[in-house]
């Protein structure tokens, strides 16, 4: 079973950036579907951005324009997540996650255990 290990994670104040890593145990981004989600204390799980086996990328409304989801085509095991002008609202628990398929049409499978994140203002 594919194991997903993030880092990166870390404070800043607002205005700075983080580049969150996410590190598989096997080739996978290649041929699957990769997300980042985060979770913030007293919210539910909100997806952040996600890319597919073709490279196409997707971004929640609150971070379009912000952060940058991508992988390393060389490696196919690092995801990484680039994070710029970071707000004390993205302060969250963040988690890269894998599906089953690589279109992204299915739901998450495979979670790592999370980095957090803090933005002080």
């Known amino acids: 079973q594919v194991q997903l290990v993030e880092s990166g994670g870390g404070s800043v104040q607002a205005g700075g950036s983080l580049r969150l890593s996410c590190a598989a145990s096997?080739?996978?981004?290649?041929?699957?579907?990769m997300g980042w989600f985060r979770q913030a204390p007293g919210k539910e799980r909100e997806g952040v951005a996600a890319i597919d086996i073709d490279g196409n990328t997707s971004y929640a409304d609150s971070v379009k324009g912000r952060f940058t989801i991508s992988k390393d085509n060389a490696k196919n095991t690092l995801l990484y997540l680039q994070m710029n002008s970071l707000k004390p609202e993205d302060t969250a628990m963040y988690y890269c996650?894998?599906?089953?398929?690589?279109?992204?049409?299915?739901?998450?499978?495979?979670w790592g255990q999370g980095t957090q994140v803090t933005v002080s203002s």
């Open positions: 096997e080739y996978t981004y290649s041929t699957y579907c």
């Open positions: 996650a894998r599906q089953s398929g690589g279109y992204c049409a299915t739901g998450f499978s495979y």
